[in-house]
């Protein structure tokens, strides 16, 4: 038996059947667990470059003023995987930067 009608007449827009089935969900619920492993490694980073490089610059920035007590072996892999990774998005962002630059310059020249 349907349910009765309310009055903010919604009932038509949110179905049932539809729930978590969003079209832009990253992942379907059909996927087994490799798939999910592989598209995890080889999706991209959210947000734009400089986004990413700050939230590595600030978690770069909690690892070297945090005392914890871990082993330094592991921090200073961290550490370094960190570096590197903020060298990388640096790289990124200076190449879009001067890609934009150029691609100025051939609008105003043509």
Known sequence: M???PSKHGLEKKYKPWRKGKSKTSKVSSMDTDETKSSSA???KPKGSL???LRGKQRLLAKLVNSNNEEDEESLKRRR????TSIEELQNE???KEQQEKERQNAIKSH
């Open 2 to 4: 349907p349910r009765p």
């Open 41 to 43: 490694k080889t999706a």
């Open 50 to 52: 400089r986004h990413v």
């Open 80 to 83: 370094m995987e960190l570096e």
């Open 93 to 95: 962002i200076a190449q």
